[in-house]
């Protein structure tokens, strides 16, 4: 496996977790009294994961100069 794919792979990984975090902080944020520090620290992975996510995408993608 290339470095590449290796680094397909774990954007993958990435996404899904991201995905699975926005179904987790839905429902969290759902219930009659929503526990606020757990849903803070959902939403601070899930922040994390997104740059993490850009970062990934941006060296996969080959600069254009223009």
Known sequence: ???QEK???RLELLKSEHRDL????????????PDMV???RLKKRK?????????????LLPDIIA
Do not use: G, H, P, W
């Open 47 to 59: 922040l994390v994961l997104k740059d993490d996510i850009t970062r990934l995408e941006s060296e």
């Open 1 to 3: 496996m290339n470095d």
């Open 7 to 9: 680094l397909r792979e």
């Open 38 to 40: 757990q849903l803070a």
């Open 22 to 33: 926005d179904d987790a902080i839905l429902a969290l944020a759902q219930r009659a009294v």
